[in-house]
């Protein structure tokens, strides 16, 4: 059985941090590429930050600077170190698996960045 679990969402203020985490199990974790979206009320599921084995990592134009992805391959798990949040930054964060035409999605976790 494959799970993706994310954890670490919350609601935080502006410029504000916050680290989201990803426990993969029922997969070869370290052969995955790795990646976090995020989908904002009434907008379409976008990609935030892709992190393959060893530790190339993409971000998208709007977090960069900002956001830190990493995993953890020892422990199953990746990460999302954000920072300097902004109200932009609200949405459901999922975490996905992908290893050529296959992937597995997380169920999410919210984050709200709001004063």
């Known amino acids: 059985q494959v799970q993706l679990v994310e954890s670490g969402g919350g609601l935080v203020q502006p410029g504000g941090s916050l680290r989201l985490s990803c426990a993969a199990s029922g997969i070869t974790f370290s052969l995955y590429t790795m990646g976090w979206y995020r989908q904002a009320p009434g907008e379409q599921r976008e990609l935030v930050a892709r992190?393959?084995?060893?530790?190339?990592?993409n971000y998208a134009d709007s977090v960069k600077g900002r956001f830190t992805v990493s995993r953890d391959n020892a422990k199953n798990t990746m990460y999302l170190q954000m920072n300097s949040l902004k109200s932009e930054d609200t949405a459901v964060y999922y975490c996905k698996a992908e290893l050529g035409l296959k992937w597995y999605w997380g169920q999410g976790t919210q984050v709200t960045v709001s004063s």
């Open positions: 992190i393959t084995t060893p530790d190339s990592t």
